[in-house]
DNA sequence: TATTGTTATACTCTATAACTATA
DNA sequence: TATAGTTATAGAGTATAACAATA
């Protein structure tokens, strides 16, 4: 009760909720759910990755995947192939039109939310990341760990 | 393209996910969906507030608003009661048994996510605060304002 | 036996818009 | 006219668990 961390954890909600306010309005004007853009945005600047790195990164569960993945694929935006090291598993991938939308959308989404630190300084960015960062380790430091040092790349 | 507040911005994601990963587990294992413990977290040491309100706080636009209310209403954790001075408005609060529920579960979400905090100095929140805070202020600077300073209480 | 992804179920959330009743 | 909340609709996400193929 009244314990010191509950502060920061309800400015961390109030940041998360008012930054998805903000970027939510960008991302359902892209024509894209909320889930769908995760998955984009996962994907961008990367060569794929599996449903289970998906997964892991974007807290979409297996079978709730299956769906994102599959509305995503009839939109011509990503495309899977077979893993030929690993079968039971697939390698997703942005098609050509899929890194157009993460070209154009992200920036959008980012860029508009963006706005608001339109005042900051370098200093004021080095620390918010500094900040981040530290945050960051600790609560990755607190989920179940599964590294998963693959070998097969 | 590489601007500086992209950085910011994917640590504040990842931190975002990393609590919702941390805390989701715990909010589920209450039997609540996020919108349900969204609204009684929300409701949790106030006297009450109306839809539009509610609304405001959580995200949650009127339509889903009224069928999750519905459920906690059914679960017998919130109550509503008209708005004497305002008939078409509804006040919404939490039963005896909400502010039970408020009362173990919030705590346990909170408390368990928040064990991640433990190695932190009084010094290390309040860095975290001031810079959260500040990024807050930013972040809620960008909103569509809307202040709806009440005169009814 | 464990893991990757699929399928099925039942429910909840979501956006949107038309509607009512009050203001 | 504008606002608070309701209703309806169609689609999407969610948890969960049983399942197939592969490891």
Redesign the pocket.
């Known amino acids: 009760m009244g314990e010191r961390f509950l502060k920061s954890i309800r400015l961390l909600a109030e940041c998360m909720q008012g930054y998805e306010r903000l970027s ?1 309005e960008y991302v ?1 004007r892209s024509g894209l ?4 853009f995760d998955i984009i945005a996962t994907l961008g600047n990367t060569p794929g990755m ?3 790195e998906l997964g892991d990164k974007t807290l ?10 599959e ?1 995503l694929e009839q939109k011509g935006l990503v495309e ?1 192939q077979r ?1 030929d ?6 390698f997703v991938r942005l098609t050509k039109e899929g890194e157009r939308t993460f070209c154009t959308v992200f920036p959008e989404v980012i860029g508009n939310s963006g706005k608001v630190f339109a005042d900051f300084s370098d200093d004021d960015f080095a620390r918010l990341e500094k900040t981040l960062s530290e945050l960051k380790n600790v609560i990755m430091a607190g989920q179940t760990e599964s590294p998963s040092t693959r070998d097969c790349d």
Chains 1, 2 share one sequence.
């Open positions: 939510g359902r759910t909320h889930a769908q599996s449903y289970k979409i569960t297996k079978g709730t995947l299956t769906g994102v993945i509305r899977r893993n090291c690993d079968k039971r598993s697939f």
